[in-house]
């Protein structure tokens, strides 16, 4: 079975500041996609950025890109130029080619400090 | 007019008091999905439909069930609540056509269960 490790509880960031939330997953397979959603007070899950695992290249999103790394099943994400808007929980997501069972992560709850 | 919708937003229920949760969309999706999300555990499929004749259990479905009564409303059903299912609750919807995997999500239903 896949499963979605996010190691980082809680994070904190200064506004302006870059952070990193860190993602790994396991997987037998090789055709998958990775997102990372946001889910803001609201509790609504917002889509952040999307990676297919067959492109070597890099998603990114405005100020949000990420680092994969295929072979070490490593999916983090970047927030560049960190706005108070960005305070959410934070849910890495895993999905097989072709399959509906989605995985994700624990979460990591960033806070955006002014 | 928001594309995945869901109600009620927040119910407070009794053990044993059966609970129907609806998710209706307008994007025109085949694919519905029900979730739940429990802090520290982020979010489990509890089962998910290809069309309206096609249900399919996801990881945690004991406890559930579920009709498909359209291509745009799928409903959630407890038959005999109980206090470990006082979770948030999420509906999303995806696209077969649309690669990528990508999951649109509904606002939530905070459940209690007392």
Not at chain 1, 53 to 65: G, H, L, M, V, W
Not at chain 2, 14 to 29: A, V
């Amino acid at each position: 079975a896949q499963t979605v490790t996010q190691s980082q509880p809680e994070m904190s960031v200064q506004e302006a500041e870059t952070v990193t939330l860190s993602c790994t997953y396991d997987t037998s397979e090789n055709n998958y996609y990775l997102f990372w959603y946001k889910q803001p007070p609201s509790r609504q899950m917002i889509l952040v950025i999307r990676q297919e695992a067959y492109k070597q290249q890099n998603a990114t999103e405005n100020r949000f890109s990420v680092n994969f790394q295929k072979a070490a099943k490593s999916f983090s994400l970047k927030i560049s130029d960190s706005q108070l808007g960005d305070t959410a929980m934070y849910f890495c997501a895993f999905i097989l080619y072709n399959n509906n069972d989605m995985r994700f992560g624990a979460g990591t709850r960033l806070t955006v400090k002014p | 007019d928001a594309d995945v919708t869901q109600t009620p937003r927040n119910r407070i229920t009794k053990t044993g008091k059966r609970i129907m949760l609806e998710c209706s969309q307008t994007k025109g999706h085949d694919r519905m999905y029900w979730y739940r999300q429990d802090p520290g555990l982020g979010l489990r499929l509890i089962y998910y439909s290809f069309d309206v004749k096609d249900i399919n259990k996801g990881e945690i479905s004991d406890g559930y069930s579920v009709s498909r009564q359209a291509q745009a409303k799928f409903s959630l059903s407890l038959e005999s609540a109980i206090p470990n299912q006082t979770a948030l609750y999420f509906c999303a919807t995806s696209d077969a056509g649309l690669a990528g995997g990508y999951q649109f999500f509904g606002p939530g239903t905070r459940l209690t269960v007392l």
